[in-house]
């Protein structure tokens, strides 16, 4: 039995809540002439690029749903806001070179909607997956062994001649900035 559950199995799993958090997750591939515009580039095809990221430890928090969406579907909000996230970013800059980018989560088997997410990278799809599933085991048995896994989603981009990114992103939601700076 594999510890990843296959993604059309994942969507139909658990209910949503409506009195919890929404975490979306959402992929993106990018192209730039740098690593670095390649990932706002993903950023960008993933629904999130006109936010700052604040990257999150993996701890999905009680009565929370985990849905899958398209770009137009993520978190909205305005240029600049906060963004508060687990991601996996993979870039690869050599011709032919893969770019593997995947995160995976799991749910407490006592219908609390906590959970945990983890995410990996790598220059193949195997790869990933494997470490995918080695993590959310040992998180799972870290806390018990209470946890069964929910889903994954992974992204690829293949270099021709111009760096390129993909991006897996789990948006748990963004806050604006106060006129203080706050």
């Not at 919890?20 to 629904?47: E, K, N, P, Q």
């Not at 700052?52 to 009565?63: C, D, E, T």
């Amino acid at each position: 039995m594999s510890l990843l559950t296959p993604l059309d199995e994942a969507r139909s799993n658990g209910r949503p809540r409506a009195d919890g958090l929404t975490i979306r997750i959402s992929s993106g591939t990018g192209v730039g002439r740098t690593r670095l515009s390649a990932f706002d580039s993903a950023l960008m095809a993933a629904g999130v690029g006109d936010f700052n990221l604040l990257r999150l430890s993996s701890v999905i928090p009680p009565r929370s749903n985990v849905i899958e969406v398209n770009s137009s579907q993520q978190v909205p909000g305005e240029h600049g806001d906060r963004l508060y996230c687990v991601y996996a970013a993979a870039c690869a800059s050599t011709p032919h070179e893969q770019a593997w980018a995947g995160v995976a989560w799991s749910r407490r088997n006592n219908g609390s909607g906590e959970g945990l997410f983890v995410e990996h990278v790598g220059h193949s799809e195997a790869a990933v997956l494997n470490d995918l599933r080695l993590s959310l085991a040992d998180l799972s048995v870290r806390r018990g062994g209470d946890f069964t896994p929910a889903g994954v989603q992974t992204s690829f981009a293949v270099c021709v001649d111009l760096p390129v990114c993909a991006l897996v992103i789990a948006t748990y939601g963004r806050s604006a900035w106060s006129s203080d700076g706050g």
